[in-house]
T-cell receptor, first 115, second 115 residues
Framework: SQQGEEDPQALSIQEGENATMNCSYK?????LQWYRQNSGRGLVHLIL?????REKHSGRLRVTLDTSKKSSSLLITASRAADTASYFCATTRRGIYNQGGKLIFGQGTELSVKP | DAGVIQSPRHEVTEMGQEVTLRCKPI?????LFWYRQTMMRGLELLIY????????DSGMPEDRFSAKMPNASFSTLKIQPSEPRDSAVYFCASSLSLAGAYEQYFGPGTRLTVT
C-alpha cells in the first residue's frame, strides 16, 4: 500500500500566489522527503525533514511535519511558471533497519502555475 | 559530476523481444534503485541494491524481470520476454545511504514502448 498520499491531486494557481501541497502517511517514519518532477524528466530532490523536526525552509520552499497527525505540507511561496511540475512526498519507515534507504513515494500533486 | 546515467533513453521493441536497460550510478553512491512509472500505477519501486547486493526485489512484477549489479558502477534491468503492458518509463536512482535514507538522485529515465 502507498505510504504517502498527496493532496490535492492537481492544483492550478496564478503566478505570484502561494501553493500548498499536503502529504499523509500511515506508519512511523525516519524522515520525509519532497521531490519534484518536470514533465518527461527524472525526479529531483527538494528537501528532507527528519522525524524530530517540525519545520524546514529552503529558498521559497517551506516544509512542515506533524508526526502526531502523520502529515506533512509543502508550501511554495511566490510561485513562478517554472514551478509547474509534479511534486511527490516520500518516506522511510521507522523500526525497520533500512540498509538501502528505501523510499515509498506517493502519487504526487500536479501543480500548474499560470503566467 | 555527470549524475546518474541511463541508456537507452528510448526503446521501442516488439512483444516477445528481450529488453535490457542500463544504469550507471553516481560515483561513491552505495545504493541503487530501479523504478517504473506509468500513468495508471504511478511510481513503483521494482528493486534496490545496497553495496551491489539486492536487498528488496518484492516490487519486481514477474519472473520476466531480472536485475543485476555486477559492480558498484553498473546495473542492468532485463525484461524477457517483453509484453505491451511493460510499456512505461523506467528510472534508475542512486544514493549514499548508511543506516537511514538520504536523498536519491534520479537518472533521466528510459521510455520503453512494447508493441
Amino acid at each position: 500500500s502507498q505510504q504517502g498520499e498527496e493532496d490535492p491531486q492537481a492544483l492550478s494557481i496564478q503566478e505570484g500566489e502561494n501553493a500548498t501541497m499536503n502529504c499523509s502517511y500511515k506508519t512511523s517514519i525516519n524522515n520525509l522527503q519532497w521531490y519534484r518532477q518536470n514533465s518527461g524528466r527524472g525526479l529531483v530532490h527538494l528537501i528532507l525533514i527528519r522525524s524530530n523536526e517540525r519545520e524546514k525552509h529552503s529558498g521559497r520552499l517551506r516544509v512542515t511535519l506533524d508526526t502526531s497527525k502523520k502529515s506533512s505540507s509543502l508550501l511554495i511561496t511566490a510561485s513562478r511558471a517554472a514551478d509547474t511540475a509534479s511534486y511527490f512526498c516520500a518516506t522511510t519507515r521507522r523500526g525497520i533497519y533500512n540498509q538501502g534507504g528505501k523510499l515509498i513515494f506517493g502519487q504526487g500533486t500536479e501543480l500548474s502555475v499560470k503566467p | 559530476d555527470a549524475g546518474v546515467i541511463q541508456s537507452p533513453r528510448h526503446e521501442v521493441t516488439e512483444m516477445g523481444q528481450e529488453v535490457t536497460l542500463r544504469c550507471k550510478p553516481i560515483s561513491g553512491h552505495n545504493s541503487l534503485f530501479w523504478y517504473r512509472q506509468t500513468m495508471m500505477r504511478g511510481l513503483e519501486l521494482l528493486i534496490y541494491f545496497n553495496n551491489n547486493v539486492p536487498i528488496d526485489d518484492s516490487g519486481m512484477p514477474e519472473d520476466r524481470f531480472s536485475a543485476k549489479m555486477p559492480n558498484a558502477s553498473f546495473s542492468t534491468l532485463k525484461i524477457q520476454p517483453s509484453e505491451p503492458r511493460d510499456s512505461a518509463v523506467y528510472f534508475c536512482a542512486s544514493s549514499l545511504s548508511l543506516a537511514g535514507a538520504y536523498e536519491q538522485y534520479f537518472g533521466p529515465g528510459t521510455r520503453l514502448t512494447v508493441t
